[in-house]
């Protein structure tokens, strides 16, 4: 039966960092440094799977990514551990879950962790290049590359194998060598092959495209498993000149530590789990998905691109850092907040009325709900069109004012239902470009744009019925004494 074993996992990292403060700006960027001091910090929001809960067989990545779904359905997202039979851990999960947890990487808080990441993001630290770290402690080129040997879980019975969900994409520009970091779902497709997906057409994308041009195919790394602080750096959405690698850098507080890969000298992080090292040949395609996707379904929408793999370098001990499948919390967080950082920052430059904006669970990346006072007639359409053109991933925005909590879905139900008009307060624009893995949206990727103006207007006419602050002070303590049956 499942139980949640919580602390004394702490030391079965066996870190060679021990007891050193692995947060943000103290030098370590060793994964197991981190998680040790971790679960010694906060053993309750860390859920331990024993050798007892787990049977080593196929059936385990599925109980590992149901559990993750269980948790949430109870708005829970401790780190999962699950210890193998060797007694180590073997797979970690649900890292990026919680911002409680991103807050404390960054030494913030909550409403911090915007600030802090933007930070970074304009505080670039240059690579240190070193000769040799936990990575190559095991390397593996040529015949002996055995894609079955990684560490890998299945996630959900409908996905073509065990993906890698974590799976960071390292290319360089051969010209500026500037670096660039982007998440892919990986799935072996022979021993020594994989098969990916590059659907976001992003800049690995047009790297791609210009090898393509050149008659050259793309020397690519794949990191599984770094410190979470190069992963949250991983996932920003930066223009081309910009090199994740430095916002780590500057993240974690010192320069990232990098190796070069063998063949192609392509940096990656010194102290990560597992590195795989090959490239990508733009006219070979092989069949990948279907995977259980950010958006709740299985997608076979795919570019269908294949990595062979080189070289293999690794931890003799790596444990798999997994990001949870589906529209889970540790997904849709990892990917959003970078993003949102960026956006979030530029969006109250220009429209200082603006008080919240949050991205709705419920909406995968899809929706986004806007807290504001407008300060002049057609300012909430102002702000939703300018969300609407930024964020490639949106398909609604609901503009409110500021006395609905937009982290409260059935408020913000609530505002469109009283204080809009569908004839005026809505618009749409349609034949976007969109995100090509939502199911509604055409096969060429296309998508249609709504906004919702959920904002009072002048002539309104409701006065909010409210029960004084007095009585609902003193419900409020009564509630918190009294436990209800
Ligand atoms: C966990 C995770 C998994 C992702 N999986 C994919 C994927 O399989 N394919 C893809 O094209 N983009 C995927 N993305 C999105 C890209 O990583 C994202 O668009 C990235 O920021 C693009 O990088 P760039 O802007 O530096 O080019 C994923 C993002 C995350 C956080």
Not at 55 to 62: F, I, K, L, P, R
Request: aromatic residues 6%; proline residues 5%.
């Amino acid at each position: 039966m499942l139980h949640n074993q919580y602390g004394g996992v702490a030391s079965t990292f066996k870190s060679k960092v021990a007891q050193e403060d692995s947060s943000m700006g103290n030098g370590s960027q060793d994964l197991h440094a981190y998680l040790e001091d971790y679960c010694t910090r906060y053993p309750e929001d860390v859920f331990t799977l024993g050798k007892e809960d787990l049977d080593g067989t196929s059936g385990d990545g599925y109980r590992i990514n149901a559990l993750v779904l269980a948790l949430e359905r109870q708005q829970r997202f401790p780190v999962i551990v699950a210890i193998n039979k060797l007694g180590v851990p073997s797979v970690v999960t649900n890292v990026f879950a919680s911002r409680e947890r991103i807050a404390r990487l960054l030494n913030t808080d909550i409403a911090g962790i915007h600030g802090e990441f933007q930070r970074a993001a304009r505080n670039l630290l240059p690579l240190a290049e070193v000769a040799t770290g936990s990575v190559s402690e095991v390397i593996k080129e040529g015949d002996e590359v055995d894609l079955g040997e990684l560490p890998t879980i299945l996630h959900f019975p409908g996905d073509r194998g065990p993906y890698l969900t974590s799976g960071i994409l390292v290319a360089e520009d051969p010209e500026t060598g500037v670096g660039n970091l982007s998440y892919h779902r990986c799935v072996a497709h022979s021993k020594n092959e994989l098969a990916t997906s590059l659907h976001s057409r992003r800049h690995v994308w047009s790297m791609l495209r210009r090898a393509e041009k050149r008659g050259e195919k793309l020397p690519v790394a794949v990191v599984i498993g770094g410190h979470p602080l190069f992963m949250l750096a991983a996932a920003a959405r930066v223009g081309p000149n910009v090199d994740e690698r430095e916002i780590a850098g500057a993240l974690l507080g010192s320069s990232l530590r990098v190796i070069r890969t063998p063949h192609y000298g392509i940096r990656v992080p010194a102290d990560a789990e597992i590195v795989l090292e090959g490239y990508i040949d733009p006219s070979r395609h092989v069949d990948e998905g279907p995977f259980g996707e950010f958006t709740g379904y299985y997608s076979n929408r795919s570019t269908n691109n294949a990595i062979s793999v080189e070289t293999i370098l690794r931890r003799s001990n790596p444990i798999l850092l997994d990001v949870a499948a589906s529209r889970s919390s540790d997904h849709l967080t990892l990917s959003r907040l970078p993003r949102e950082s960026e956006q979030v920052e530029a969006l109250f430059d220009r429209f200082p009325a603006i008080s919240k904006v949050h991205y709705p669970a419920s909406g995968v990346h899809f929706h986004c709900f806007v807290a504001m006072k407008p300060q002049m007639a057609g300012e909430a359409r102002q702000v939703a069109l300018a969300l609407l053109g930024w964020d490639p991933y949106l398909k609604l925005v609901v503009v409110v004012d500021d006395d609905i909590d937009v982290e409260n879905d059935s408020e913000v139900l609530w505002a469109i239902a009283t204080r809009s008009q569908a004839t005026k307060d809505v618009f749409m624009v349609g034949n976007l470009p969109g995100m090509l893995l939502d199911p509604s949206s055409g096969t060429d990727g296309t998508t249609a744009r709504m906004a919702i103006d959920a904002t009072r207007a002048v002539d309104f006419e409701g006065v909010t019925v409210e029960a004084g602050r007095e009585a609902m002070d003193w419900a409020n303590s009564l509630v918190g004494r009294t436990s209800l049956r």
